[in-house]
């Protein structure tokens, strides 16, 4: 065995593992920013998940005021007709009178329907905006979990197909004489041993 051939081989063998760790590692690192990544987006998803969760409350408390301020305007204008109505000496209470002021009151009472159902429909429009919301950040979640087992797994990879690319040109050089045969050094090795 040529001593220049067989460190050129055992470097060679040593620059192939120490590749594989580096290679390793470094998909190891890729995979752990892609966690990092999706759990950044899942807590943004959270994030507007709870903005929206708040703007269907608000939604709903700006219906009840407008709805409430409806009401108001409602019997201020039903007070006025029977202010008028009474002004002119007309019984309020005989005839058609009564159906003037009735039917002010009718339609404030689809106006105020009609902006609590406005005010649903926008608190419901925040709610599924909320679910959607919710539903990626758990995506992105399942999505870090998975990118946390591919870290471990691509290093382990790397690691295993390391050791068969070494052992693979181990072979090889031995086979070409550039390295003593496995059994040859075992055979060293216990004469060493048991020189003690």
Excluded at 16 to 36: D, R
Excluded at 125 to 151: I, K, L, P, R
Aim: net charge negative; glycine share 14%.
């Amino acid at each position: 065995m040529d001593p220049i051939t067989g460190g050129l081989a055992l470097a060679s063998l040593g620059s192939t593992a120490l590749g594989g760790i580096v290679g390793g590692k470094g998909q190891s690192q890729q995979y752990q920013a892609q966690q990092a990544m999706y759990y950044y987006q899942a807590g943004i998803a959270l994030d507007n998940q709870q903005i929206e969760q708040q703007n269907a409350g608000y939604a709903l408390q700006q219906g009840e005021q407008q709805a409430a301020q409806s009401g108001m305007q409602t019997r201020t204008q039903v007070g006025a007709i029977k202010a008028a109505q009474g002004a002119s000496g007309l019984d309020v209470n005989k005839g058609t009178q009564p159906m003037v002021p009735a039917g002010q009151e009718q339609i404030g009472q689809i106006n105020q329907a009609t902006i609590r159902s406005n005010a649903n429909k926008a608190a419901f429009d925040y709610d599924v905006s909320a679910f959607q919301y919710g539903a990626q950040a758990t995506v992105d979640q399942y999505a870090a979990a998975n990118a946390g087992s591919a870290a471990g797994i691509a290093q382990e990879s790397s690691i295993l197909g390391t050791a068969a690319g070494v052992s693979s040109k181990w072979l090889g050089f031995e086979q070409s004489g550039a390295l003593p045969s496995a059994s040859s050094i075992g055979t060293g090795i216990s004469n060493f041993v048991s020189g003690f």
